[in-house]
Each structure stands twice: as C-alpha cells, then as structure tokens.
C-alpha cells in the first residue's frame, strides 16, 4: 500500500509570496499525482491532475511538478482566497491513498 | 452543471447498517466511474471504494471492504453505498466524486455518517 506524505504540515506566508507544498510517494507513482484545495467547510477541488496539468477552471498561479515519487505543487503568488488545506493523492496503485494534508494561513 | 448531492447520513448505533445515495446530473452518469471517499471530522481524505461506469468491477478500501457495498442504478443516475457493521471509526463526512484521469473532479457536499450509541 502506497503512502504518501506531505511536508510541511503548515504554511504561513503573506499575500504575493509563494508557496511551495511537497508531496513524497513510498513508492513511484508514476506520473498519477494529483492535488486538491479544500476550503473551510467545503469539498475537495481538484486542482492538478497527472502530476502537472491543471483541471478546469484553475487559476494559471497553481503549478504542479514531479514523478516517480516526489511531487511539488506551487502556488506562484498568494492570494488571501488561497488560505485552505491542500491534499495530494496517487491514482497509479490500489487502493488510492490521500496525504495527510499541507494546510496554508495567509499571514 | 454537474452535480452530485449526496443523502441518506445519519446517526446510527454500532453495528448497524446505512445505505448512502449519490445523485447525478448535469453530465452522461453511465460514462463514467464512480467513487466515495470519507473524511473524519477534523482528519484527512480517506478513499472507500469505486464502482465502473457499468458497475462491473468494484473496489474497496481495506478499512471497509466486507462491510461496504457500493453499487450504481444508471437508469436513475444514482450512486449507492450500502454501509454495514458500522463502527465509531466509520463517523465521517461522505463524499460521492466522478472519476476522470487517474483523480477526481466533480464533488458532492458531503453527508454526515455519525456511529453512536
């Protein structure tokens, strides 16, 4: 069973100043890696799917990077809207497993 | 608009069964697979299970597989997840999600599964 750990746990930061999430796989997973943003009281949304393509809708400031095992989802320049908690989660082996989550405050 | 708004949580004693429902709309139901994933209050994603677009093939997370059942009507357009010998560690939010590339990307609210005595 596939783990995946996420660092850092917390993120504080202002608004323009960027934000660098990570997400570590025990094993590879190929390039099926994705992120998505939960808001306080709201589903999921996806933001990256396959490592690196951004889902519809989602602003240009979110990137996504990596393969294998080690991933990095980027948020260029943040926005006060952006303050929620962010999940990577591997869609290369059953069962899927989600990280435990990077949550970003906006100072 | 696609939608998936999920019903049927509730608060259960230990041991007993609950069957969730999902409703779809705003997209072709029969096209695409299916999932549910749960989130204990204050936690993280947990993945349950999946069912594909024809519901011949499942999956189950190790958590839950012999107790949950999932399973889909697509003449209805309904998502199911019948839950039983349900347990504390099974109080969650519910989230029905449609599948595309290897991830998510439509999700209910959710629906709250609360296992008390």
């Known amino acids: 069973e596939i783990v995946l750990t996420q660092s850092p746990a917390t993120l504080s930061l202002s608004p323009g100043e960027r934000a660098t999430l990570s997400c570590r796989a025990s094993q590879s997973v190929g390039s099926y890696l994705a992120w998505y943003q939960q808001k306080p009281g709201q589903a999921p949304r996806l933001l990256i799917y396959d490592a690196s393509y951004r889902a519809t809708g989602i602003p240009a400031r979110f990137s996504g990077s990596g393969s294998g095992t080690d991933f990095t989802l980027t948020i260029s320049s943040l926005e006060p809207e952006d303050l929620a908690v962010y999940f990577c989660?591997?869609?290369?082996?059953?069962?899927?497993?989600f990280g435990q989550g990077t949550k970003v405050e906006i100072k | 608009e696609v939608q998936l708004v999920e019903s049927g949580g509730d608060m259960v004693q230990p041991g007993g069964p609950l069957r969730l429902s999902c409703a779809a709309s705003g997209f072709t139901f029969r096209n695409y697979a299916m999932h549910w994933v749960r989130q204990a209050p204050g936690k993280g994603l947990e993945h349950v299970s999946a069912?594909?677009?024809?519901?011949?093939?499942?999956s189950y997370g190790n958590s839950v597989k012999g107790r949950f059942t999932i399973s889909r009507d697509n003449s209805k357009n309904t998502l199911y997840l019948q839950m039983g010998d349900l347990r504390a560690e099974d109080t969650a939010v519910y989230y029905c999600a449609r599948f595309t590339v290897n991830s998510l990307d439509y999700w209910g609210q959710g629906t709250l599964v609360t296992v008390s005595s």
């Open positions: 989660q591997q869609g290369s082996n059953w069962p899927w497993a």
């Open positions: 069912i594909s677009s024809n519901g011949g093939s499942t």
